[in-house]
């Protein structure tokens, strides 16, 4: 048998390799931006991937099927670092302020959480008034009080505009790192901090993860009572054109996930029974209503 060999022409020859290295149906990425933020995102334990950014995270992955996913999980001013060099990362629940518009894009809203409230210790009631509502520009001004916050994390444009006022005195202690929440309840709970400033689904979870359901309280921040910003967050992802095409396109994914029952409970389940009826009253009338 004689096997003949024929030359290929020489166009074809400098194609092929490239070709083989780069073949036509690699997909574009997102790396999303995570951090350990129970029952936000929970990173370990019995319920992890649980949280409800871990479920709305999905929802919105599975129907970018044109893009391969990643994540990582990093501290808040890492994640900050990412957008602002320009990198192809994006994070599924951020709070809008005018500071971040700079280096990001964001999506309508994604999420429609109760407002931040102030954490204390049931038997430190006395010292706050007593009742279930604080001004919070109060409680940061009384320099005997020690108030925990987490470095560069954002509550909405009402409380923000108090934290960021009283920010670097003495009396305000801030952390970063992978626990935040976590470090912040211990250290109240042994005394070292008067109050911390957080979310109430993160004050009953890490309340009954840590046993100390019956120590703690909540009071309401007036300032944060009179409208709904401080209730919406959304999809930040980085201020390029490739972030835009993005967002216009998790846009379209919100539109359509967020009248779904399964999209609503990733957030009711962490909430106590007893905010329930209220919450989903604000997601018909207010957060379903946000397409801008």
């Not at 954490?119 to 001004?135: N, W, Y």
């Not at 003495?170 to 309840?185: C, H, K, T, V, Y």
């Not at 992802?237 to 539109?255: R, Y």
Request: net charge neutral; hydrophobic share 40%; glycine share 6%.
């Amino acid at each position: 048998m004689v096997f003949r060999f024929f030359p290929l022409p020489l166009a074809l020859l400098v194609c092929l390799p490239l070709a083989l290295a780069a073949p036509a149906w690699a997909k574009d990425s997102i790396t999303w931006m995570e951090t350990s933020m129970p029952p936000y995102l929970i990173q370990d334990g019995v319920f992890k991937n649980q949280g409800y950014g871990d479920v709305i995270a999905r929802i919105i992955q599975s129907e970018l099927v044109e893009y391969e996913h990643t994540e990582i999980t990093t501290n808040i001013t890492r994640h900050f670092y990412k957008f602002k060099q320009g990198d192809k990362v994006c994070s599924v629940g951020l709070f809008r302020t005018p500071e971040r518009e700079a280096f990001m894009y964001f999506s309508i809203p994604s999420f429609l959480t109760l407002p931040a409230v102030l954490i204390i210790r049931k038997e430190s009631l006395p010292q706050f008034g007593g009742k279930a509502t604080v001004r919070l520009a109060d409680v940061m001004n009384d320099k005997d009080m020690m108030i925990g916050l987490s470095k560069d994390r954002s509550f909405g444009i009402d409380t923000d505009a108090i934290l960021n006022k009283y920010r670097g005195r003495d009396n305000i202690l801030e952390i970063a790192g992978q626990e935040l929440s976590r470090n912040l309840f211990k250290m109240l709970i042994k005394g070292r901090l008067d109050g911390l400033v957080g979310l109430p689904e993160e004050a009953l979870y890490q309340a009954e993860q840590m046993g100390i359901r019956d120590q703690l309280t909540t009071l309401t921040i007036e300032e944060n009572q009179t409208g709904y910003d401080s209730w919406l967050s959304s999809v930040g992802c980085s201020k390029t054109p490739w972030g835009k095409e993005v967002i216009d396109k998790i846009n379209a994914i919100l539109i359509k996930q967020r009248p779904t029952e399964h999209y609503r409970a990733a957030y009711e389940r962490w909430l106590d029974p007893n905010s329930i009826e209220r919450y989903r009253r604000a997601y018909q009338e207010v957060f379903l209503q946000r397409t801008f």
